[in-house]
């Protein structure tokens, strides 16, 4: 056991995790002019100009005046020390929401912006405590949040019934506060984002690896929080499968779950905290499994005939336990804009699916478990493409959400969502979930590109992962509020879960009693007036 | 989807699952007299005579007044079909309790046995649900019982504040009532027990490959409700890994959990359930993952110089992503005694450790695994000793229960108890649970024997499985209680979960508080609240 501090924590609570743009994804070295090839190719496909409109400056975005009076200015800075409140514009309009396509297109549309109160930086466990206690007794609510990468308005600064709202911003628990190299485990702070993680971890030759989009700014809580699914799940596992212990601040105390690897000391609590979404209590430190760097990782694209093909040839894998560390596949409209190859997007018509694999580990682990993971997916009608498609995918993975922003900067709507279900109704969802999309924005007159791909798989079954472009009308929240309704009635119609991994915030509730029926509402409620009977803990998330 | 009834079942209700006799483990043709190697040991070491005593005749038996009148039972009947009801003193002693050791001997003592007023035997989801919702409208407490096999206490039948208490036999939901081999999945009637679950499957070539030691005689309700591990739980996972999808009846309605194999739609509501335990609600039909009857199955033994060497091997093999299917590792003094080898213990000095894997699947599979699981367990200090150890292992893996009632008839006490913790911990907490056992009973004048296994493994740590033999008291129920109270401190003193697969039914109920808080207890009250506002739902149990 060891107690590290992350070396790059500063006072200066910008510091250690600057935080995204307010308009946009991440931090403004990402944002580049769309690619030429891509520009033309909407340009011809939509019928946009391709000219990118110029966006709001931050500061003079209007907010509603901060309802918190000095006094209670005061009193969290009690809590926290004075200079970890603030209520200035600049940190209230940068925890005004998250990522969503919808958040976006709020950002840039004018007039007032919502915003929270106050953001309140804590510093400790206990200092979330004390806060949930004092806000708990002023009716005050309160938003945990992590990196602000929620693309289901899971961070909205939501009152509920209360007199105001906080942001709770976790980037001060940023510390690596346990490391068992035995047991492959390590404790981190909530606040940690996936970089600051990985090199935390990385001075004791240890990874997480837990990649998924939002890796870059998300935090350790917030991947808790909300179930997250990284790209290398079909190797490390889901989140909630790598989480050993969590520590809960509620208004009613605290919780410290999961006593060893595994228990059938009565239900799994931990299981309640991992995907409430800050609704339940605040997650403040995880102790999660790790794992040695990996010494050697192997890098194979594939090429299949077809989706149906392709995606015989993942489950031929995963079922032998076969699986690789990253196990994905585009299908046959992804593959043809070479979505997955971010150097190339648009580049030339691609046929049949793309496939990409790795395998990590020790090098006699990576041999024996790329022998047998290629010999079925040959033997599932695989042709194999060498490491270049594989390497590129890997190297442009977290680009996409910029992408996103180059599109919506020229006028083309473009956005994501995504589903589960089992082998053997994911081409049947697929292909409702495709249809009602383009149903949904064909009747708007904007025929959509929809896109898909598997990301996540299981032996029972794989996630489904929609990219939806089309041309951008001059109400866009409406335009895609009426495909995404569309979209989610089609996966619950047709046995999907409503979400993967992405969460429930406020884009899903509407959702979740076809998810866990009214009982499992209930059932949910009552763990919250146990747990926060003054109902401040992020309202208007999870619960329909 | 096929729809299959268990042919064996019929409308005899004891037909299908015949149950066990009423005062030992398994059935009458299960039970043989000490092997006189081991009379022979338990004579020289514990003094003990070795000569059976005779035990009660099952007619004979005292029971209480059923507490239930007449027109109760007529009501029940109404729910179930009278024929489906029984007061009978037969039914009723079957369902008086488990089978932990303390269980046995309260059988085998004079005088009245407690038993449930009435045995209710429902034929589907609905009955069920309707009979909780008359026995909530009337306070008489409800005891799930599949198999009876615990040995915690779980079906013990306690009425609480209620006016009388049923036994509630599941064994006639006993139907495969849906198959996806694509999926991998089957959806099992709760009543199952192993073999009937195993003989249902085989017909679509599947397996589930569930094997606790209870295995002959436990039901799928039990194993999802008591959070259950078995044998080959590294390759195919813990039981609770296993469920897709859960049923469950309550008196305040139907919950239908699980929409995907993988999900973020709020914290998985199936985790509440695994582990309940009967008192949150009743398991009706389970939804597992299932795989195709494997082609090839590779036994391999092992020894290791001692259990530390042994159990990093374990880690290694664990760790680097290439677990065998069946995994577990004996320490020297159970090792010494062969109590791995059900033909041959006590059967001369063996030195070091033994050592079992099996490595199950494909043909293919199996080669790549086992090369790639023995070059690790070799490289770690293993030394192969050739499959028949591990096939004579399998061969007597479920017979241990009935070797204790052969003991218990020869004035030796025998018992186990098990936990788990990392691997950092794992040789710490054997020794603090060992020296708690060992100085509890020489206190008491009867100097165990305690022996040790690790049978279920994770990449972050494994279980630990105690068996303790010593000379019998004559008030044993005593002697074992200060032994297990030890035990039970040492192992939350020292970092281990009170059970890792056992339950906690009555006999872990005061450890409760120290595995998930006192505010982890208030939420599970919450939720009972919630669900069984009458409190009728198995009292006594699994809440402090």
């Known amino acids: 056991m060891v107690e590290t501090k992350n070396p790059a924590a500063e ?23 769309l690619p030429e090839q891509v520009r033309s190719l909407v340009t011809q496909v939509f019928g946009v100009s391709g000219e990118p409109v110029a966006r709001r400056d931050e500061g003079g975005v209007p907010l509603p005046e901060p309802a918190l009076p000095a006094a209670l200015l005061a009193g969290l800075g009690a809590v926290v020390g004075v200079e970890h409140v603030s209520a200035e514009h600049r940190d209230r309009l940068r925890h005004a929401g998250g990522k969503s396509t919808l958040d976006l297109l709020r950002r840039r549309a004018t007039g007032t912006q919502e915003a929270p109160d106050a953001v309140v930086f804590p510093g400790s466990h206990d200092e979330v405590l004390a806060l949930l206690s004092f806000c708990a007794g002023l009716k005050i609510a309160v938003v945990p949040f992590g990196g602000g990468t929620s693309v289901v308005g899971g961070v909205q600064p939501l009152r509920g019934d209360c007199a105001a709202v906080i942001a709770l911003d976790l980037r001060r628990l940023d510390g690596l506060t346990e490391v068992d190299p035995v047991a492959g485990t390590a404790t981190l702070g909530a606040g940690l984002t996936g970089p600051q993680a990985e090199a935390l971890l990385a001075g004791h030759g240890l990874s997480l690896g837990h990649y998924p989009q939002s890796f870059e700014f998300a935090s350790i809580g917030g991947f808790a929080a909300t179930r997250s699914s990284g790209q290398a799940s079909a190797g490390y596992g889901r989140f909630d499968d790598m989480v050993e212990r969590l520590t809960v601040a509620t208004p009613a105390g605290t919780l410290a779950l999961g006593r060893a690897p595994a228990s059938a000391a009565g239900p799994d609590l931990r299981a309640l905290f991992l995907g409430s979404e800050g609704t339940l209590g605040v997650l403040t430190a995880v102790t999660l499994r790790v794992h040695p760097i990996p010494a050697a990782v192997e890098y194979q694209a594939w090429s299949f005939p077809d989706f149906e093909t392709g995606a015989a040839a993942l489950r031929s894998v995963v079922q032998a336990g076969a699986a690789p560390t990253v196990l994905r596949l585009s299908d046959e409209a992804e593959t043809g804009v070479n979505l997955a190859r971010s150097g190339d997007i648009g580049g030339g018509a691609v046929a049949g699916c793309l496939a990409v694999t790795t395998v990590e580990g020790s090098a006699a682990h990576v041999a024996a478990r790329a022998a047998e993971a290629h010999a079925l997916l040959t033997a599932a009608g695989g042709t194999a493409l060498g490491p270049q498609p594989a390497r590129d995918w890997e190297h442009g993975r977290f680009g996409a959400p910029y992408l996103r922003d180059a599109l919506l900067d020229v ?23 495709t249809a009602a999309l383009t149903a949904a924005l064909q009747g708007q007159g904007t025929p ?10 299981y032996p029972t079954g794989a996630s489904l992962y929609f990219t939806v472009v089309a041309k951008r009308l001059d109400d866009p929240a409406e335009q895609w509020a009426i495909a995404k309704t569309a979209a989610g009635d089609a996966i619950t119609g047709h046995g999907g879960t409503i979400t993967h991994h992405h969460a429930v915030g406020t884009d899903h509730r509407a959702w979740m009693s076809a998810e866990i029926g009214d009982l499992g509402v209930r059932v949910l409620r009552a763990v919250k007036r146990e747990l926060d009977p003054a109902g401040i803990l992020n309202p208007g998330k999870l619960l329909p």
Not at 12 to 33: C, F, I, L
């Open 448 to 457: 959509p590109l929809v896109m898909c791909h598997v990301s996540h798989t």
């Open 411 to 433: 006028g083309v709507l473009c956005e994501t969502l995504e589903t589960a279900t089992t082998w053997s109704n994911l081409g049947a969802l697929k292909a409702a979930v």
């Open 11 to 33: 006072t200066d609570r910008t510091a250690a995790a600057p935080g995204m743009v307010w308009d946009a994804w991440g931090v403004p070295a990402g944002h580049k002019p």
